[in-house]
Nanobody, 118 residues
Framework: QVQLVESGGGLVQAGGSLRLSCAAS????????MGWYRQAPGNQRELVAT???????SYADSVKGRFTISRDNAKNTVYLQMNNLKPEDTADYYC????????????WGQGTQVTVSS
């Protein structure tokens, strides 16, 4: 059974930093590409960052230069370091395995809430 457990969210002032973690289980993490997604109230869920099994990374334009995705295969965990946070980064953040059709392979976890105050 696949489990994705996100943590590390919280309330932070604009310009601050947070580090999100996602602990994965139930699939072979080391060969999986991983992605961080976010969903703000009233908006669709969007892909924020991806990291391949070879650690190639890519980012949405809105977070490029501020967010860094990384992974620790020994811990089956993917991270999202978020710096210089902005109020528009406020959202629930989730991790998942992106598929080739633009969707995701697994059910969503509970997510972790990030709130950035101005």
């Amino acid at each position: 059974q696949v489990q994705l457990v996100e943590s590390g969210g919280g309330l932070v002032q604009a310009g601050g930093s947070l580090r999100l973690s996602c602990a994965a289980s139930g699939f072979i993490f080391s060969i999986a590409n991983m992605g961080w997604y976010r969903q703000a109230p009233g908006n669709q869920r969007e892909l924020v960052a991806t990291i391949t099994n070879t650690k190639y990374t890519s980012y949405a334009d809105s977070v490029k230069g501020r967010f860094t995705i990384s992974r620790d295969n020994a811990k089956n965990t993917v991270y999202l370091q978020m710096n210089n946070l902005k109020p528009e980064d406020t959202a629930d953040y989730y991790c998942n395995v992106p598929d080739s059709a633009g969707g995701t392979r697994h059910s969503w976890g509970q997510g972790t809430q990030v709130t950035v105050s101005s």
